[in-house]
């Protein structure tokens, strides 16, 4: 048996699910930041105990990277009240992805590496024409090679976000 719990921090609300894996004694918790979001995870949860097994994040549906994406920018929206530093991070974020796209279809989390972030901050500096498609499927054209400083930022903004997701317990590895 899963049990929710709900409760309020400074970021808002929260609700943590409690369980004990089949065979365990030690209890195990997780956090969400939507009640819709612990109810499926506690139904995944309770799943698993009825087929006498432990839960395993496998057991989650992946997320590609740019609904990770669209998560981040959504929670970063509620938080940040300015709307050219969305702007920056969107542009930042929906570049990587596409840039991951173009060699791996469509990105998983297991697409994000220390070694890839470093390929993708060599690719901002190269002199091209590229069109970016948004997180929210609107496309734009950019012709330009990004200065060391814009990109050292839009790679700060990657590194922000997989930050995001490591403190994030809704979106399994």
């Given at each position: 048996m899963a049990s929710i719990d709900g409760r309020s921090t400074k970021?808002?609300?929260?609700?943590?699910?409690?369980?004990?894996?089949f065979g365990e004694a030690r209890q195990?918790?997780?956090?969400?930041?939507?009640?819709?979001?612990?109810?499926?995870?506690?139904?995944?949860v309770e799943c698993a105990r009825d087929e006498r097994r432990p839960y395993t994040p496998t057991d989650a549906p992946a997320l590609t990277l740019r609904e990770l994406a669209?998560?981040?920018?959504?929670?970063?929206?509620r938080i940040t009240k300015s709307?050219?530093?969305?702007?920056?991070?969107?542009i930042a974020l929906s570049m990587f992805v596409d840039w991951?796209?173009?060699?791996?279809?469509?990105?998983?989390?297991?697409h994000l590496s220390r070694q890839r972030l470093a390929?993708?901050?060599?690719?901002?500096?190269?002199?091209?024409?590229?069109t970016v498609r948004n997180v929210n499927?609107?496309?734009?054209?950019?012709?330009?090679?990004?200065?060391?400083?814009?990109?050292?930022s839009r790679v700060r903004y990657v590194e922000a976000w997989w930050r995001w997701l490591?403190?994030?317990?809704?979106?399994?590895?």
């Amino acid at each position: 048996m899963a049990s929710i719990d709900g409760r309020s921090t400074k970021a808002g609300r929260r609700w943590d699910v409690r369980w004990r894996d089949f065979g365990e004694a030690r209890q195990q918790t997780r956090t969400f930041h939507t009640p819709e979001a612990a109810r499926a995870f506690a139904r995944d949860v309770e799943c698993a105990r009825d087929e006498r097994r432990p839960y395993t994040p496998t057991d989650a549906p992946a997320l590609t990277l740019r609904e990770l994406a669209t998560a981040y920018l959504k929670d970063r929206k509620r938080i940040t009240k300015s709307a050219a530093s969305i702007e920056q991070r969107e542009i930042a974020l929906s570049m990587f992805v596409d840039w991951i796209e173009r060699d791996e279809g469509t990105p998983f989390a297991r697409h994000l590496s220390r070694q890839r972030l470093a390929g993708y901050h060599a690719f901002l500096q190269e002199p091209r024409r590229v069109t970016v498609r948004n997180v929210n499927g609107t496309t734009r054209e950019h012709t330009y090679r990004c200065s060391a400083n814009t990109a050292n930022s839009r790679v700060r903004y990657v590194e922000a976000w997989w930050r995001w997701l490591g403190d994030s317990d809704e979106y399994p590895d």
